[in-house]
């Protein structure tokens, strides 16, 4: 318990971005890694066809608002997820810190 107050503590703290980040992670974990390979590692381009978040990340086109407005959109083999501005803010956020 006092760890998970600690915990709380620590990520009141961060500055808005880095929470976004941490947040963003959580939800790729949940929603995008049946397809995507979402972590830093391995810094292969696809998996099985799909771009992996590092790849996507590196992609010269690849800006904010180039993910916002993919994510807002439904995608001919991935799901439309619906996904709130919060949640999108967030996921873009954790993409691009793959850089
Ligand atoms: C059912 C499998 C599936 C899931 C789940 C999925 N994706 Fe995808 N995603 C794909 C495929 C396949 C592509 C390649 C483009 C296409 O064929 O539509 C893609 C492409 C993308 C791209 C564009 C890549 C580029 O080259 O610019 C982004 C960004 C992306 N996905 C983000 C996400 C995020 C964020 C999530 C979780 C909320 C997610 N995807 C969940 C299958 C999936």
Known sequence: MRKMMAMMVMLLSLPAAAQDYRGGR??????????????????????DGVPTFPAIAAKPGTT????DSYLSTGHTRMPDFQLSRGERNALVSYILSLR
């Open 26 to 47: 959580v939800l790729a974990e949940r929603w995008c890694m049946a397809c995507h390979i979402v972590e830093r590692e391995p810094r292969s381009a696809t998996a």
């Open 64 to 67: 904010a608002a180039s993910l």
